[in-house]
């Protein structure tokens, strides 16, 4: 399929005033970018950062994202400050209604009749923000399917207390048919479902860049958080990490300039959850570019 360009109606491309129209609204934009990181940021978070960053020298992009997501105090996760809703930073398939939730209830139990009405079937939410998903889908399965509801458990990984305290009044209607765990790690192995929304996209990322090395030969660089007065930047450097240097092997080398992202938490994740489901379906869903695109 072709794609099309809009083109207006009297058949002549965007004007130079279109331009300067989108260049000032990239600028608010920009200038209310600006002002929620005041008015949002926590300086005691800047200062941990920038403390580990002139004792150890520049971080990794995924370091730095580890630590603005998931300090264990401090980051934007972890600490509970995250807004997800209309009126919040961003908002999800949960935060829309709860249709979402009660559409992948109906899928979940398609699956226990395909695994044969397992007697035990686990259902395991990875992410689960303040159980919204987990209490459409589970009430979604107490109307319309009660056989499977009785045979579920509802098992949530959740390493944050603020979280778990949140979870834990959404979902005081289920009883007892909710547990916690803090990581995969502490999962039986188990029969039913690994579900998550946009779990695997929050994981931190290293960033890399193409660049021309000797020889003209295009090479990988890690681009590495710094310190640049009262903020950061990247720095470029050489790649040291090993598992890095793996995965960039097996990418097709792309033209000078090129930056993308690798995530080496996504596999490892992904291979803790297998190791978990004896039977079943890991159910992930998320946003992006397909392969050949991104």
């Known amino acids: 399929m072709q794609r099309r360009r809009h083109q207006k109606r009297d ?4 004007t130079g005033k279109d331009k300067s129209t989108c260049v000032a609204i990239l600028g608010a934009i920009q200038r209310e970018i600006q002002r929620r990181n005041v008015i949002t940021g926590d300086p005691r978070l800047i200062e ?3 403390a580990e960053i002139s004792a ?8 730095f994202m580890e630590l603005a997501l998931y300090e264990p105090q401090h980051g934007y996760y972890s600490s509970g400050r995250a807004i997800i809703g209309r009126q919040g930073d961003f908002f999800t398939n949960v935060s829309v209604g709860s249709v979402f939730g009660q559409l992948l209830g109906i899928q979940f139990a398609e699956v226990w009749e395909k695994l044969g009405r397992p007697p035990h079937f686990t259902i395991v939410e990875h992410g689960a923000h303040d ?5 459409d889908a589970l009430t979604a399965l107490r109307q319309s399917f009660p056989q499977c509801f009785n045979t579920i458990r509802y098992i949530i990984a959740e390493p944050f207390p603020v979280w778990h ?20 790690n502490q999962l039986e192995p188990f029969v ?4 998550s929304n946009e779990l695997f996209d929050a994981l931190p990322v290293h960033l890399v860049l193409s660049e021309v090395g000797k020889n003209d030969a295009i090479t ?5 958080v710094s310190t640049s007065g009262d903020g950061f930047e990247f720095v470029g450097a050489p790649i040291s990490n090993p598992h890095l ?9 792309l033209p000078a300039g090129f930056r993308s992202e690798i995530n080496l938490a996504a596999p490892k994740l992904m291979g803790e959850i297998a190791d978990k489901l004896e039977r079943g379906v890991i159910l992930t869903i998320d946003y992006g570019f397909s392969r050949a695109e991104f």
């Open 131 to 135: 159980g919204a998903f987990a209490a």
């Open 48 to 50: 941990m950062i920038r």
């Open 245 to 253: 240097e793996i995965a960039l092997y097996r990418l097709t080398l």
């Open 165 to 184: 305290d949140r979870q834990q009044k959404r979902l005081a209607s289920f009883g007892g048919k909710i547990r916690w765990v803090e990581s995969i």
């Open 11 to 14: 058949g002549h491309a965007g």
């Open 56 to 63: 150890q020298g520049p971080m990794s992009f995924a370091r």
């Open 220 to 224: 990988w660089n890690e681009r590495l």
């Open 192 to 195: 039913g479902i690994h579900f």
